[in-house]
């Protein structure tokens, strides 16, 4: 079955840098479009990047252009996302996200929290 498991949240400082894993099982990532999302308490899931099926073209939120970058693994059915600069308000738990065949697929989430 599909499954997306997300890992490389945790603490860091105000400028500091993530790299965000999501390891997909139960399909080839190559064939779909994969998306970040990220959520605070009291707050609806936000979308983060996108990237088209085989990788052909990204998609971010105004508030993370030129910070963050999603990328494919197609060897290893994995799905990145680098995030630099990173400011307080990007705290929040990320979701790796996939459709397939209809249906929409949520890991379990990573926390990340950028506090000094």
């Known amino acids: 079955q599909v499954q997306l498991v997300e890992s490389g949240g945790g603490l860091v400082q105000p400028g500091g840098s993530l790299r965000l894993s999501c390891a997909a099982s139960g399909f080839r990532i190559g064939t779909y479009a994969m998306s970040w999302y990220r959520q605070v308490p009291g707050k609806e899931r936000e979308l983060v990047a996108t990237?088209?099926?085989?990788?052909?073209?990204?998609s971010y939120a105004d508030s993370v252009k030129g910070r963050f970058t999603i990328s494919r693994d197609n060897a290893k059915n994995t799905v990145l996302l680098q995030m630099n600069s990173l400011k307080p308000e990007d705290t929040a738990v990320y979701y790796c996200?996939?459709?397939?065949?209809?249906?929409?697929?949520w890991g379990q989430g990573t926390q990340v929290t950028v506090s000094s």
């Open positions: 990237s088209t099926k085989a990788g052909g073209s990204t």
């Open positions: 996200q996939v459709d397939v065949r209809s249906w929409r697929y």
